[in-house]
């Protein structure tokens, strides 16, 4: 059974920082393409940025160079690193794992940036 579990939201000030975790379960991470989704109020889940197996990375222009994802293969864990947060950034995260024909996604967690 795949368990994508996501920690690490809450409320922050604009232009601080938070980071975000997915650990995973049943999948290894190092192996599957790994992304961090978001879905904002009133708006549709968008990718905010990816990892491949062989390590290269993506981001939706909104985040370059505010936001870094990276994996801990040892802890089998995704990281989402957000600095200089905006409130635009508030929505729900979701953890995403791609292989082949499958995708797994977790429950999501909140994250709000009050101005």
């Known amino acids: 059974q795949v368990q994508l579990v996501e920690s690490g939201g809450g409320l922050v000030q604009a232009g601080g920082s938070l980071r975000l975790s997915c650990a995973a379960s049943?999948?290894?991470?190092?192996?599957?393409?790994m992304g961090w989704y978001r879905q904002g109020p009133g708006k549709q889940r968008a990718l905010v940025a990816a990892?491949?197996?062989?390590?290269?990375?993506n981001y939706a222009d909104s985040v370059k160079g505010r936001f870094t994802v990276s994996r801990d293969n040892a802890k089998n864990t995704v990281y989402l690193q957000m600095n200089g947060l905006k409130p635009e950034d508030t929505a729900v995260y979701y953890c995403?794992?791609?292989?082949?024909?499958?995708?797994?996604w977790g429950q999501g967690t909140q994250v709000t940036v009050s101005s």
């Open positions: 995403n794992a791609q292989k082949l024909v499958y995708i797994y």
């Open positions: 049943g999948i290894i991470v190092s192996t599957n393409a």
């Open positions: 990892i491949t197996p062989g390590g290269s990375t």
